[in-house]
């Protein structure tokens, strides 16, 4: 029995290649990543913006979060944007994410040294929100004038240093949780398969 003959091709044509899925799957992480940073920057500006003074805030620490939440909004549009393109397979997409992963690693690198700079007016900021707290609230039937207890010295309750110590620990991990994505996005288009692919899009 004579084998399959292999199939003929047109003179001059070319295999061409099957398509990856990372471009997909990173284009829509993009979007969901862009989304949910939108929103989260969005409601994060509102609350500043209609309650500036009830946060308790340094008017220089709210005019940064507020500089600094509308950059974030600005940099999701351009992530959005590329990861659209880049689910198209257009060099365009490839270009924008990267622009948007080192303009966003700059930009949380600025903000989280800033946040740590700042750090002891914030954490006294929120010490005196909660001394008015207590102030404000009745006292209840065991002589206690609010459910949280402020010790600024080594007694018992919340004192200055275990809020600042909180306090840092929260930054470093809202930088990490922030910062992964950028990072790993950046290594994914940075591969030099990836690369090679890339440069076949129009």
Known sequence: MAADAPPIEAPGSAPVP???????????VCLVYALLGILVNAVGLAFLAFNAQGAGLPEMVTAVQLGSGAVAILLGVVLLIGGIVLMRRRRLGATLVRVWVVARILVLLGAAAFGYVTLPQQVDSQLRMIEDAQQQAPSGGSGRRGSVQVSVGGGSGLSRESLMRWS?????????????????????LSDRGRRAEMETWS
């Open 168 to 188: 840092q620990l929260g930054l470093v991990a809202s930088v990490l949780a922030i910062g992964a994505f950028p990072v790993i996005a950046g290594w994914m």
């Open 18 to 28: 099957a398509e990856s899925a990372w471009a997909t799957g990173l284009g829509v």
